[in-house]
Structures are given as structure tokens and as C-alpha cells.
């Protein structure tokens, strides 16, 4: 489950039909500096930490195995407990 | 799903029966830099942002699950919002 | 199986359903130094090393091939033995 | 779908036996450094570039799921054409 | 198929029951410098070059979907020829 802060939007008109009524956010690992697309099945806002499962998890976060989705937002992070640091993002 | 741009063609001959009728485009992640080939699915020009999916979601894009296609375009982009940076590719 | 430490919490209130229940321990891979999230099966505290599964397999560790987990923790590391070096956790 | 370049031969005598009947190339990706060893599925020979599945999908590509390959090579790439500039491997 | 060499082994006592039986020795893909632990289905000894299958492919190398493995050793290289230069392991 890889930590990552929501830091955009994206939309694509012309797309595989599978993918019609998902709702897109770019997302960032802040530790690796990778940034790609996942489907947001939370809510979650820009700024906010959430929790994201790739690969054939993520049709498992959709619901339906058919649909071309390979990254999946599935959790707002409240607290986030590193060793001696510790985050809220309350 | 990856955001990538279409940098590309690739044209194979010799290759699996199962991959005829696919076209394959090659696309760039520019975050990462990392530059391979996919199975175009909705109809990509060259520079246009796309979204990518990987692994068995690919072939669950390509309509068949015994065909060996292990990245597929399924969206092109038509704005991508990051944080404070707005971009769009209309 | 990747080689991870653990390093702390997370939480997250708002999530998919599928994951209630379950306990996420934040990992790190010393190695090549990527930090991520890892339901965590074998009651494995802060320090210890431990072995790690992803994708589709972090499914089964969970037994359960609907859960949203593409991280678990699946052993709690007594001895790792590299090389000349010998490491004792114990 | 990686695009590779043919390198080299691999040999193992003692290894699992659904693996028996299968030739191994060792492949390079160009871009990213990466090497590693895929299961010929096309013939191909040294020096030439190559479309590489990995994962799951290199099990489709040499027909049974039962064989523990996570990597083939399905097609020979006959031209390359990225942005300006046009490679013919023909 | 990853091209690694054995450098150690790795026991947890405290591990998933499903892993019970199974060794598991430490592997370096030396190209990368990544470094993992693998189920070693064909008797690896340290120091030996060995292929490597990951994800759901592992799960096949041991020979039973269930089982929470993501990393096999499933091949011991005699002989790994990579362009001009030969290196032989016998």
C-alpha cells in the first residue's frame, strides 16, 4: 500500500468505456517522487495522505474485475507514526 | 495508471499470433523517464498525454485475457491539474 | 519477499469497507530505501525485521481475494544470515 | 510491454521441470539499464530488439499458467519510430 | 526472471503457517543491487547464480496458489553468456 499525498486531477474525455463514472486523481509518493493516476474510491481531496493498492488489487478496490483500472485510492490517512516523528494530518 | 505521452510506433512482424491486429505505440512516463511499449486501445497521436495501465489489467483492457500485452493506453488526457499548475492539452 | 523493517502506524478512518479490521504497519526496505504500508498478519512490533509480500499474494496472505491489500506482513525475521556477516535479531 | 535488446544466452541444467522446453535469452533494457532473463517465444537472436512481457502475462505468452516464467519475449521489433527520429532494425 | 546470486538465508520463526516447510535464502540481482528473499524450490547453495520468478509467479513455483510467496528461485545457471563475454559456473 503504497503513502502518497493527492496533489491533482485528471480527465480524459475519449477513454475505454470500463472506465466511465470513475473519478481520477493524480497522486505523489512523496519518498520515491513517482506521480501517477488513480481511481479515488474515498473521497479524498487535494493534500490529503492517502493509502493506494496497484496492480490487480486495484480491480479488487473497484468492484469489477473488468474494468482497466491498475491504482485505486482506498483509504484517508488520519495518523501517520514514523518512529520517533509523528504526523496527523487531522 | 501511468501518465505518459506518446513519443512513438513500434512495428513487429515476427511475433506472437495472439498480438495481430494490436497496434502498439511507445510512450514515456516523463516523471520517471521510463520509456516502453503499449497496446493502443482508444486511438493515441503521437505527443498527446495518456493514461497506461499495466500488468493483467492491460490484458483485461485488450478485451482477452490470453493475449500477452502487459500495457495498454485506455484514456487520453484532456486536462491535468496539479496543485497549483493547471495544464491543459485541448 | 522483500526484507523490510518496521518503522511505525498508520490509520485511516474513512476506507474501504473491505479493510476493516485489519492492521497497517508503515516498512521500510533498507536496501533501497522505499517506504510503504503492509497489513501486518503476525503481530510484528516497531524494529523488527520482517518479511514482506506484494501484489496479488499480499491477497492471499489476508485469505481473502476480495480485500483491497497489496502489502502484508507475512513473518517476523529471527535471524538473517548475509554472507560473511551473521545478523541475530534476537 | 518492454522494449529490449537481445544479449546474451542463459543455461540452468538442475531447475524446476515445467521450465524443461524453454530457451532463455538474457535481455537489456536500453532506457532503464535493466537485465534480465526472458523465455524465447519468436526466435530471436542476438543483437535484435525485442517487445518483452513481464508477470502474469509471460505465463499467457508461453501457453500453460503452470509454468513459473514471469518473463518472455513475444515479438522482434522490426522498426522504431520515436519522434524524429526512425530506427529500422530490418 | 531475475538473474541473481545467492548471498544468505533468512528463518522466521513467527510467520504465516502457510509458509511452514519452505526455505528461504537472501538474493542480490547484481545489475540493480536490489536484494530479496526467495523460496528456494530447486537447493541453492550461496554463492550460485540462479533465476528468480516474482509476483503470482512464485505462487506456481511452489506449487500452490495459497501459499503467501512472492519470490522463488526456480533455475541454478551453468552458463550465462552475455555478448562477449562468457562466464561459466561449473
Known amino acids: 500500500m503504497k503513502i502518497c499525498v493527492v496533489v ?3 480527465w480524459a474525455t475519449k ?4 472506465l466511465n463514472g470513475l473519478k ?8 520515491s517522487g513517482e506521480e ?3 481511481a479515488d474510491m ?3 481531496g487535494i493534500g490529503e495522505k ?3 493498492v496497484n496492480g490487480s488489487t486495484a480491480r479488487r478496490a473497484v468492484g ?4 482497466p483500472v491498475d ?19 487531522k
Open 50 to 52: 492517502v493509502l493506494i
Open 42 to 44: 474515498v473521497g479524498a
Open 71 to 89: 491504482a485505486a485510492i482506498v483509504g484517508i490517512i488520519d495518523t501517520l507514526e514514523v518512529e520517533k516523528e509523528t504526523t496527523s494530518d
Open 24 to 31: 481520477f486523481m493524480v497522486v505523489k509518493d512523496d519518498k
Open 64 to 67: 469489477a474485475d473488468e474494468r
Open 15 to 18: 477513454k475505454e468505456p470500463a
Open 8 to 10: 491533482g486531477h485528471v
Open 36 to 38: 501517477f493516476a488513480a
